[in-house]
């Protein structure tokens, strides 16, 4: 009796020790008590749903491939990953991807912690394990819906998956007869001392990058060149940033095509500027406190514009000559009949394209000028801006290639404008009428009988018979339609 007694007391305390040795390796498998990995990552997803692949970097950012199987087409808006039931407020945004029954779609969400921090593995723990909730609309009965499950997982990467990014929509549109082709360079301006934006940027803007297709980090993101020109930090009120479209073009009004959505993100450090995505004008430096600390230190113009360039450093630019050696100098400074010009006759300039520059320009106290604009090569006919204290700012054709050369003044602008920086402008548009702008602002226009520039077309000659000016870029860039930058307008931070 005593050996069957303890028989069965083998086997029943036998029976309990195989189930309890099978729950702590099913616990260990799942990583509850793994600090260096997991061997059993779990992602479950209910509802015709079903987790791919699953993959999370050590700032918390998963990357989640999901396909549904509900039958119907859904649009995906939104997905929450959390261990809190006040997660509300942390539902990541995506750009409402489209998914028809048994597709698979890749998406990056951010994890958060039970006190609503975002997931780090070195501050809350090497293992995560947590809930997930996909909202979605049925695409046939319009109904929002959503569908929940639960992640488990060791973080495996580091800064492998892209970025997440806070972003802003933006959707540009051409309300004019003729399009815009590819490359073309966009005008967009912001205020960033604004709530909705500043809360997300770096001081110096240096984690703002512009993309099409989706969000930056997100499946079909295409990172965008762009360039600051002026209102680089948050104290400012007015950003100026120039957007090279790449491929994307905008058709003309009334096409079906003239509207376009872009991205403006909110980076989580200074990667658009280091990768050098998003850059700044030369002259936005400072010694100390910017993230540009010398003179076109992160100036990517070459990126963004047709042709450009920023005289940095102490040397002319290839393709330039100047009358006098040394007049570069982070800048061009030009003074007493000094001068400078392209010598290579491959920027051709033609009709849909305009030609800016940005200097500290003074206001002449003699009949001396300056002057910019460009010419052509074969038979020396060229449109410029010019100052001369006599006559005020005005046109001249042909252009003064040099001092003391003959000048020849077409229709006079009345009037000057006073010292200090300025952009300034001119296009030679086609049928013979040219347009100068000051500021971006529309200044004066007239027509001539010279036929437009060709191949064989210098640009950018600068000179001055007075006080000195200093140059810090020259420009060229895309004419907008007739004149008109499509419009823009800014959506709801996501």
């Keep these: ?52 692949h699953y993959i999370m970097n050590t700032n918390g950012i998963v990357e ?37 029954s048994g597709s698979q779609q ?81 005008m967009i301006s912001f205020n960033p001392s604004l709530s909705q934006y500043s809360q997300y940027e770096a001081s110096n803007l240096s984690n ?4 099409s297709g ?42 079906g095509s003239n509207t376009l959505t872009i991205y403006m993100n909110f980076m989580p450090n200074s990667a658009p500027v280091t990768s050098g995505y998003t850059g700044y004008a030369p002259q936005l430096w400072c010694a100390s406190g910017c993230f540009q600390s010398t003179y076109g230190q992160y100036d990517n113009g070459g990126s963004v514009f047709s042709n450009y360039w920023n005289f940095a450093g102490a040397s002319v630019p290839n393709g330039w000559q100047t009358s006098t050696a ?74 003064v290639t040099g001092p003391n050369a003959p000048e020849y003044s077409g229709d006079q602008v009345a009037g000057g404008i006073p010292s200090g920086n300025y952009l300034l402008s001119v296009y030679w548009g086609s049928g013979g009428k040219n347009e100068f702008y000051y500021n971006y602002i529309p200044y004066a226009s007239d027509s001539n009988s010279l036929s437009l520039p060709t191949v064989t077309t210098g640009l950018g000659s600068i000179w001055n018979d007075g006080n000195a000016i200093i140059v810090d870029y020259l420009r060229v860039r895309s004419y907008p339609p007739n004149g008109v930058m499509p419009g823009f307008g800014f959506g709801s931070v996501g």
């Design 1 to 52: 009796m005593k050996l069957q007694s303890a028989m069965e007391y083998l086997i029943s305390y036998g029976w309990m020790l195989i189930i309890l040795g099978i729950a702590i390796v099913t616990i260990f498998e799942l990583g509850f008590f793994n600090t260096q990995g997991i061997t059993g990552p779990v992602c479950t997803i209910q509802d015709g749903w079903s987790c791919v």
């Design 64 to 100: 989640l491939t999901l396909q549904q199987t509900t039958g119907n087409p859904i649009t995906v808006t939104s997905i929450a990953c959390y261990q809190s039931t006040s997660y509300i407020n942390k539902i990541v945004q995506v750009p409402n991807v489209k998914m028809n």
């Design 106 to 186: 890749n998406f990056l969400t951010q994890c958060y912690t039970s006190s609503n921090a975002i997931f780090e593995k070195n501050i809350g723990g090497q293992y995560y394990s947590g809930y997930m909730t996909v909202y979605y609309t049925d695409n046939l009965d319009g109904i929002a819906e959503t569908t929940s499950g639960t992640i488990a997982i060791t973080p495996s990467t580091a800064g492998s998956l892209g970025t997440l990014s806070y972003y802003i929509p933006i959707q540009l549109s051409n309300q004019q007869s003729t399009g815009i082709s590819a490359n073309f360079q966009q």
């Design 208 to 211: 703002i990058e512009f993309t």
């Design 214 to 255: 989706a969000p930056a980090g997100l499946p079909g993101s295409t990172p965008m060149y762009a360039w600051l020109e002026s209102g680089a930090s948050t104290a400012a009120t007015n950003t100026v940033a120039w957007v090279n479209l790449g491929s994307s073009t905008l058709g003309a009004a009334g096409s």
């Design 326 to 399: 040394g007049l570069v100098d982070n800048g061009l400074t030009l003074k007493n009949s000094e001068w400078a010009q392209t010598t290579s006759t491959n920027y051709g300039i033609n009709s849909q394209q305009i030609i800016d520059y940005y200097a500290d320009t003074p206001y002449i106290t003699s009949c001396g000028w300056f002057g910019f604009g460009y010419y052509t090569v074969s038979s020396g006919n060229g449109l410029t801006w010019g100052d001369d204290a006599c006559t005020g700012w005005h046109t001249t054709f042909p252009l």
